[in-house]
């Protein structure tokens, strides 16, 4: 089965990772770059858009490429390509545009703001500093 390191960033700037492993993954499945998903999947309510990923090798999805598969393509700019001085394009290894079992990474931008995490690491800051510590003079 599928399994996916979803990085997801809010309106704020935040972001989290959080790993997705079998039936969790399967919504994810065969959306395209650019389509909306339910944030259920995450544990979020909200909607999450796709705007990018990569596969286990580190090659990245272009939303310009259609399909799941791997291919070479002629880029100016863009995703795929750094370094291309003014006229220059450069066939490069890309990934098309839709999730498939391939997919390691997905990144998505979430409609709201990510929940602080710093709340349940506070409460667990206090719960160290009540409890006395041993062999302190």
Same mark, same amino acid.
């Given at each position: 089965? *599928?399994?996916?390191?979803?990085?997801? %960033? /809010?309106?704020?700037?935040?972001?989290?990772?959080?790993?997705?492993?079998?039936?969790?993954? !399967?919504?994810?499945?065969?959306?395209?770059?650019?389509?909306? *998903?339910?944030? /259920?999947?995450?544990?979020? &309510?909200?909607?999450?858009?796709?705007?990018?990923?990569?596969?286990?090798?580190? !090659?990245?999805?272009?939303?310009?490429?259609?399909?799941?598969?791997?291919?070479? !393509?002629?880029?100016?700019?863009?995703?795929?390509?750094?370094?291309?001085?003014?006229?220059?394009?450069?066939?490069?290894?890309?990934?098309? $545009?839709?999730? &498939?079992?391939?997919? =390691?990474?997905? $990144?998505?931008? =979430?409609?709201?703001?990510?929940? *602080?995490?710093?709340?349940?690491?506070? /409460?667990?800051?206090?719960?160290?500093? %009540?409890?006395?510590?041993?062999?302190?003079?």
């Amino acid at each position: 089965m *599928a399994s996916f390191k979803v990085t997801i %960033s /809010d309106i704020k700037g935040k972001s989290i990772s959080k790993e997705l492993k079998d039936s969790d993954a !399967v919504p994810l499945l065969g959306l395209q770059l650019g389509d909306e *998903a339910g944030a /259920d999947a995450v544990g979020l &309510s909200g909607v999450l858009t796709l705007t990018g990923g990569s596969d286990k090798s580190g !090659v990245p999805m272009r939303s310009d490429v259609h399909g799941a598969a791997r291919k070479y !393509v002629l880029l100016s700019k863009g995703v795929g390509l750094q370094d291309a001085e003014k006229g220059q394009r450069v066939r490069k290894l890309v990934r098309g $545009n839709t999730i &498939s079992e391939e997919t =390691y990474q997905v $990144n998505c931008r =979430y409609d709201g703001e990510l929940p *602080a995490a710093d709340d349940e690491q506070a /409460d667990d800051d206090d719960a160290e500093a %009540s409890q006395p510590e041993e062999g302190k003079n």
